[in-house]
């Protein structure tokens, strides 16, 4: 690998190209592993945000999962129909949109229990890999978060 000071422009130097090469090839990683749950990695995050605090009104769940509601919207409509969520207005509010998971979806979770631990696995990262890779991707979105706030 050259340095980026030797050529700032080299596609090895480019941080933007190490992330789209690792972000395609860990989804596609956890594709195999989540067929058996009839899911896709949306989805998978999906589920994984509301197991965590469903019901959750829609624009919540976009917040979490930093998408917008129009984008999860066909997402959801896949799970209610896979019969995993369901989604209905709020007798409070109208225009608010709660989805709340169904039995099978709760249940699903039980299956998705050994996912984390067969990515591990096949990312080839033990624990102390995984904190450490956390943490720098986590640093990473907090300084995203901030510079985007001073603008």
């Not at 099978?104 to 450490?132: H, N, T």
């Amino acid at each position: 690998m050259t340095s980026p000071r030797e050529d700032p422009l080299a596609l090895e130097n480019q941080v933007c190209f190490a992330l789209s090469v690792a972000s395609r090839s860990v989804i596609g990683a956890y594709r195999e592993v989540l067929d058996p749950l009839h899911l896709t990695h949306p989805q998978y995050l999906v589920m994984l945000a509301l197991w965590q605090s469903a019901p959750m009104a829609l624009k919540d769940l976009a917040a979490v999962l930093r998408q917008e509601p129009a984008t999860l919207s066909p997402l959801l409509k896949r799970l209610e129909n896979q019969g995993y969520l369901t989604r209905e207005r709020s007798t409070a509010d109208e225009r608010t949109l709660i989805v709340e998971l169904t039995e099978e979806g709760r249940q699903l979770r039980e299956r998705a229990l050994e996912v984390p631990e067969i990515m591990l696995d096949r990312l080839g990262l033990d624990e102390e890999g995984f904190v450490e890779l956390h943490r720098t991707l986590t640093s990473l979105l907090a300084g995203l978060d901030h510079a985007q706030q001073l603008r």
